[in-house]
């Protein structure tokens, strides 16, 4: 197996990629424009970056990080693909797919009036062939079962009585129950804060997100069902200090040594549970989709709403729910044509024509 790639660091980087990464990154101001990519949040900025530091690793490597080309004159089909292959050796196909992801984005940021159809169209179609697609639709369990769930298992964590083992379980579904109600990405949902993010005014309760925590310059405020208020006091009341132990923290999610759940271990957390009860996985991302897919298909009307829904910086991101929406109040209305034009029928047929 080929040994693994690590990202070039910053500073190592041909001064002329160092130069138009911080342009592209450079806030502008009244007597200077921003660049391309002054609105990512930091830290997509340092994926993007580290992602493209992978890529010029791969080329330093190959000897082929000549400091005097630009970014966009050292892609070729034959290259991209080689990286390609030798990154299979290597890392998960999802992984792959981030790269080549990376790579495009930063030479769009870096050189905009660079021609890269053929990069694109080429990226895609060995992207596809390397990353499977597997739909989504089978997979989503609705955010009203996912709700349910979570306060069922809450209402059985407590019968069974206080213990280490239970009040991890009541965690589980105080966690799917707040995360089907509010469907943060998985990364600001895992470090919720206590009075930093998770704030109680009176009777109320809120979910409060800047854009520290986000991936876009935006603010989120997800105000919890009132159903749910009591049963998060009695996590902070009960369940979190059996947890916690001695352990000082102000973050939400404990595990079971008293430590706040890393990124990993909560997501596969929430995957065993929702297999255990669901009969099958359901990611954290999928919560998101849940709940996106309720609203374009139960009031899609409102589905404008799924872009501050999902703290979208552009309803264009949530297009494909709208989408979704528009195709079913088509098919129900061309079925309701059809069913006025065909008027009754019985078993027998009786109605239609030719019947």
């Known amino acids: 197996m080929a040994r693994r790639l690590t990202s070039l660091a910053f500073e ?27 609105r990512l ?7 993007r970056i580290q992602g493209y530091g992978v890529w010029l690793g791969y080329l330093a490597r190959h000897g082929l990080l000549d400091p005097r080309v630009a970014p966009a004159e050292r892609v070729s089909r034959e290259r991209v693909a080689a990286f390609i292959d030798e990154r299979r050796q290597q890392v998960a196909s999802a992984s792959i797919a981030d790269d080549v992801k990376n790579l495009l984005v930063m030479i769009r940021f870096m050189q905009p009036d660079a021609e890269l159809d053929w990069l694109r169209r080429l990226l895609n179609r060995r992207v596809a062939a390397i990353v499977p697609v597997r739909p989504i639709q089978p997979r989503l369990v609705p955010a009203s079962e996912l709700f349910r769930a ?18 991890g379980r009541y965690r589980d579904g105080l966690a799917i129950a707040l995360l089907a109600a509010c469907p943060l990405r998985r990364r600001s949902f895992v470090h919720l804060r206590i009075g930093h993010h998770l704030v109680q005014t009176g009777d109320e309760m809120t979910l409060q997100l800047g854009p520290a925590d986000l991936k876009n310059p935006t603010q989120l405020a997800f105000p919890l069902p009132s159903m749910l208020v009591p049963r998060v006091q009695r996590y902070l009341q009960v ?33 065993e549970r929702t297999r255990q009860w669901f009969g099958k996985p359901i990611s954290m991302h999928l919560f998101r989709h849940a709940a996106a897919t309720g609203v374009a298909i139960d009031d899609p009307h409102h589905v404008a709403m799924i872009a501050a829904l999902l703290g979208h910086a552009q309803l264009s991101t949530s297009e494909r729910f709208y989408n979704m929406a528009t195709s079913l109040e088509a098919a129900r209305n061309y079925q309701a044509a059809l069913k006025r034009l065909v008027g009754p029928t019985s078993p027998q047929g009786r109605g239609l024509p030719g019947g």
Do not use: C
């Open 41 to 47: 949040a930091t830290a997509t900025r340092n994926k």
């Open 150 to 167: 979570g306060l069922s298992q809450m209402d059985l964590a407590e019968a069974a009585g206080p213990s280490r083992h239970q009040a």
């Open 239 to 271: 369940h979190r200090p059996v947890l916690l132990g001695d352990s000082v923290t102000d973050r939400l999610w404990i595990n079971a040594a008293g430590e706040p759940m890393s990124l990993e271990g909560f997501s596969e957390r929430m995957v």
């Open 12 to 38: 190592h980087w041909p001064d002329i990629d160092r130069r138009l990464t911080t342009a592209a990154f450079r806030g502008g101001d009244v007597l200077d424009e921003s660049g391309p990519g002054a």
